[in-house]
């Protein structure tokens, strides 16, 4: 009869570390697709898009850091005639939030593949 050996820290540590990078990979894809629809102003807003990591939370944070950063995303009255939107981080989160839970799924389940020795 063959032994089982138990890897549950190497498994945890596995799961935390691929679902993290999946986590920022797709803040990242977010970001990117939010500075495309992010007013025009002289750019300082679009440049001021970041993404924070957040690893004792399993987290990352999309952000844009200018003091009229939250006006320009809810007011929906703005008018942008040099291009861009309100909701311009709302938005691309809400249409990629699904896919990036799918790459962090993904992401898991291929971490385990190298734990069952």
Same mark, same amino acid.
């Given at each position: 009869m063959s032994e089982l050996k138990w890897h549950g820290e190497e498994a945890e540590r596995l799961i935390r570390q691929a679902a993290m990078k999946a986590i920022n990979d797709g803040a990242e894809a977010i970001l990117t697709d939010a500075i495309d629809e992010t007013p025009v102003d002289t750019g300082t807003l679009r440049r001021s898009g970041t993404v924070t990591e957040a690893p004792a939370e399993q987290a990352a944070f999309v952000?844009?850091?200018?003091?009229? +950063? @939250? @006006?320009?995303?809810?007011?929906? %009255?703005?008018?942008?005639?040099?291009?861009?939107? #309100? $909701?311009?981080?709302? %938005?691309?989160?809400? @249409?990629? $939030?699904? $896919?990036?839970? $799918?790459? #962090? #799924?993904? +992401?898991?389940?291929? +971490?385990?593949?190298?734990?069952? @020795?």
């Open positions: 952000s844009f850091n200018t003091p009229y +950063a @939250r @006006r320009q995303h809810e007011d929906l %009255d703005y008018h942008h005639p040099r291009g861009g939107k #309100a $909701k311009y981080l709302e %938005d691309p989160f809400n @249409r990629l $939030k699904g $896919k990036v839970q $799918k790459m #962090a #799924a993904n +992401a898991i389940k291929n +971490a385990l593949k190298g734990t069952g @020795r």
